[in-house]
């Protein structure tokens, strides 16, 4: 969000006169001379601050008519935007005066080099000269101004530090969706709305004046309002479809940012630049389904901006499709249901600028959206999804494990009752049956599966796109996506399960008796195909044969001759990552974030969330059958009935839920989900070198020995630097991560392929106290291994850790079960 430009319309002018060090902005009228001075030096400068008049976003493209019904396309709707209202009797536009200001001065890297922070109130024509402040700007070329006012009242956030951390800095959402009514504006109400102005490149002259790098700038200071406001109305054909028994059920603004970001970072992506970044939380903003809203036919409301750019792909509003919709861009969907026809079709309509390749919303508009249904031909209009509710069916019978590998647009079946793993966590053997279900013979009535439905799900875009299993028929009927035949019969039992066509991504779904979940299954959708070795198959033909990826050996004591997984190889990327091997040097922060993959507790067989853009920040990007954002559980350890002293029943029962200890636990080496007691040998065997029941990887891998990362080292495994290089050793970033070279040899390999080099980014744990996602310092990644050995009195699991200034040989010195690292799967 750069405010970059000025307005050509001047809204309330405020004269203010300050003494600065250093910086203004579109100004050549000064109160008095000043002598030369030398930079970094103070320099009165006159100021001149104005608030910018709000812009109607249908003036700002080319005028063009994009309806999808009216070029020839055949559209079953038309999604138009309208020009607004030119007058709006009552409302006031901008505020009286200029509350809660802050201006702040930058230099070229970021760093605070000079501020005047007033927090109260600078009424029309005041001069700083008669308010107490603090005048600490420096004179400066190419430096950067940042002038925020907070609003009326509004004391959060603290506005402080460099750039970098004011692009942290969200204002309270309740303030524009409660607070600041959308439509019929008092004064009182203007007044509390945030204005924010950025100029990224100014010089502040010896001679008090400022100056754009080219030596002009506009001299007005025009604030920018911070949110969006968007009107969307909608209708449905009465005689084309409600006569018909066609009934409007929802409708949603889709895909919005979360969070008013004070100053959001730009992004240069395919489709221009960008903000916010890709991977912030995305939300659906409202979902009406109340019957009086939707017989409104409108609602108003304010919302970040979210620029995404132009798609040359989107040539008509009938192309506006998903498909050629840039990543995160924002959408209306309209929900119609036909009970008899059991016909449900959500028609989407992305919202932006007029032209039909624009897919911006900018702050200090105004959107006046239309959206009008006419025809239920979802065949001739890609623009609308039909959901089938039809009750799944497959016969794609594949081999029962904890994880299922699936390609997007795929279905499969599988027996609940069986398992392929060896062990079944407690050093006995297994027969093929998973013994928590049944001993193979008899199944009694609380284990007989009843029921199956989804758990979680993620988007394909990580924090966006599309739901990866897609909408259930309703929040208890989960049919059309997994479901249960013969349930009673053992040898019939099937479980049915299908995934639409998408980018990639996961989800959990449960096998219930009665209203008790029994097992449950992650489905790792993916197109990455892995091939393992065999008597015909041979390490170089088996990275051959991979598809969309590869599969390593690495040059480690597991792989030696004797080692563990000799004649095997390992995946190139971790469990539940929806991409491998090194993205690139200018890949964009998205692509660093799909090679993260989730985190498990060791001897749980289900993931969690783990870091989604490579810091701590915990996203919420898991959603229902409904698609509305869930959360993880937190359970506090002293809270769980314990079965037979542990809570291995509990966590059967509540896949998604994370178990956390106390302060006092942490600190007393009492970090054990399943049972507090971190000296007992019980839970040693639940991951073991012969695969177990609890392993969480797909049919035909399993979590690796500690050996796999024994003999690497930072020579071989070079750190990926914040400016775009590799290092041995660097610092810590949020894109960081190591490159290993698999051949164990030095560096970097060249040339560098998805083969020889294996990618292993920053990921984070979460913390047993409180379940939190954290780094033992700086952003770093870690890897699990399936070992478990006594170090003092304590059972702890041997990891490594991959980090700016190490990668490390495993070790269980604080290898904690009651926290949770990524694991990567070998091949059994």
């Known amino acids: 969000m750069k405010y970059s430009s000025c307005m050509n319309r001047l809204g309330c002018m405020l004269t203010v006169t300050a003494l600065l060090m250093g910086v203004t902005s579109c100004e050549e009228r000064f109160s008095e001379s000043v002598p030369a001075a030398g930079e970094g030096n103070p320099v009165e400068v006159s100021l001149s601050f104005g608030f910018a008049d709000e812009e109607d976003g249908y003036a700002l493209s080319v005028p063009a008519d994009s309806r999808a019904g009216e070029d020839g396309e055949g559209g079953a709707f038309s999604a138009r935007l309208l020009p607004a209202a030119k007058t709006r009797t009552g409302e006031v536009t901008r505020p009286d005066a200029l509350y809660q200001f802050h201006l702040m001065q930058y230099d070229r890297s970021g760093n605070l080099i000079g501020s005047v922070q007033y927090k109260e109130t600078v009424p029309i024509g005041a001069n700083f000269s008669t308010v107490p402040t603090s005048l600490t700007l420096q004179q400066a070329t190419d430096c950067q101004l940042v002038v925020i006012v907070r609003g009326q009242g509004n004391t959060t956030p603290a506005i402080s530090g460099n750039l970098a951390n004011v692009q942290k800095q969200m204002m309270d959402t309740t303030l524009f969706k409660h607070t600041i009514p959308a439509g019929g504006l008092t004064q009182a109400d203007i007044n509390k709305m945030p204005y924010i102005l950025h100029l990224p490149h100014v010089n502040v002259t010896a001679d008090g004046k400022l100056q754009s790098p080219d030596g002009n700038y506009d001299t007005r200071l025009l604030l920018k309002r911070l949110a969006a406001r968007l009107k969307v109305t909608w209708t449905v054909d009465d005689k084309k479809l409600t006569q018909k028994g066609y009934v409007l059920k929802e409708v949603k603004l889709c895909q919005v940012p979360a969070d008013f970001r004070l100053l959001p970072t730009e992004t240069d992506t395919e489709w221009g630049k960008t903000y916010p970044s890709e991977l912030v939380e995305y939300v659906d903003y409202y979902r009406l389904t109340n019957a009086a809203d939707l017989a409104a036919g409108e609602k108003t409301v304010w919302i970040p901006a979210n620029v995404r750019g132009a798609s040359a792909k989107a040539t008509s509003a009938y192309y506006r499709t998903k498909e050629n919709a840039p990543t995160a861009a924002s959408y209306m969907e309209l929900v119609v249901d036909n ?105 009694a009535d609380n284990k007989k599966i009843t029921d199956v439905k989804l758990i979680w799900q993620t988007k394909d875009d990580a924090t966006s796109g599309d739901l990866v299993m897609g909408y259930a028929i309703s929040r208890d009927d989960h049919s059309n996506l997994a479901r249960i035949t013969d349930g009673g019969d053992l040898q019939k039992a099937r479980i049915h399960v299908k995934v639409p066509v998408s980018k990639g991504g996961n989800a959990l779904i449960a096998a219930y008796s009665g209203s008790t979940i029994v097992w449950s299954w992650h489905l790792w959708i993916t197109d990455y195909v892995p091939q393992g070795i065999t008597s015909s198959v041979t390490y170089a033909q088996a990275q051959q044969l991979t598809q969309n990826g590869s599969v390593h050996q690495y040059a480690t004591d597991a792989f030696k001759d004797g080692g563990a997984h000799v004649g095997k190889v390992i995946m190139d990327r971790n469990l539940c990552a929806t991409a491998g091997g090194f993205p690139g040097e200018n890949a964009s922060l998205l692509e660093f974030a799909k090679r993260i993959g989730y985190l498990y507790y060791w001897g749980r067989k289900d993931p969690f969330l783990g870091s989604i853009d490579g810091t701590a920040n915990e996203l919420n990007v898991i959603y229902d059958g409904e698609g509305r954002g869930v959360k993880l559980g937190k359970v506090a350890y002293s809270k769980i009935p314990l079965v037979g002293g542990n809570t291995l029943q509990y966590v059967i029962e509540h896949p998604d839920n994370i178990i956390t200890g106390s302060g006092s636990d942490q600190n007393n080496s009492r970090c054990s989900w399943y049972s507090l007691n971190e000296t007992t040998t019980e839970y040693q065997y639940l991951y073991n070198n012969s695969k177990t029941l609890y392993d969480p990887c797909p049919a035909g891998w399993k979590t690796p020995y500690q050996t796999v990362y024994k003999g690497w080292n930072t020579g071989q495994g070079y750190w990926f630097n914040a400016n775009g290089a590799f290092v041995q050793n660097g610092s810590a970033h949020e894109r960081g991560g190591r490159l290993y070279n698999v051949s164990g040899g030095s560096g970097v390999p060249s040339p560098r392929t998805e083969d020889n080099a294996a990618w292993f980014p920053v990921t984070a744990y979460r913390s047993f106290a409180n379940g939190n996602l954290m780094f033992n310092g700086g952003a770093a990644g870690y890897e699990g291994t399936n070992t478990i050995a006594k170090t003092g009195n304590n059972y702890r699991i041997y990891y490594t850790k991959i980090a700016a200034g190490e990668l490390t040989t495993p070790a269980n010195g604080w290898g904690v079960i009651g926290e949770p690292y990524p694991f990567r799967c070998v091949q059994e």
């Open 339 to 443: 009970v008899e026809k059991k016909e449900r079709l959500y028609y989407r309509a992305y919202l932006g600028g007029r032209e039909s390749a624009d897919f911006n919303l900018y702050e200090n508009k105004d959107y006046n959206w239309d959206v009008h249904i006419t025809s239920t031909n979802y065949q001739a209009d890609r623009r609308i999804q039909l959901l089938d509710q039809s009750p799944v069916l497959s016969t794609n019978l594949v081999e029962t494990s904890n994880c299922f590998m699936m390609k997007p647009g795929t279905n499969i079946c599988f027996n609940p009752y069986k398992h392929e793993a060896g062990m079944n966590g407690y050093n006995v053997p297994l027969s093929g049956w998973n013994t928590h279900l049944t001993d193979g013979a008899t199944l």
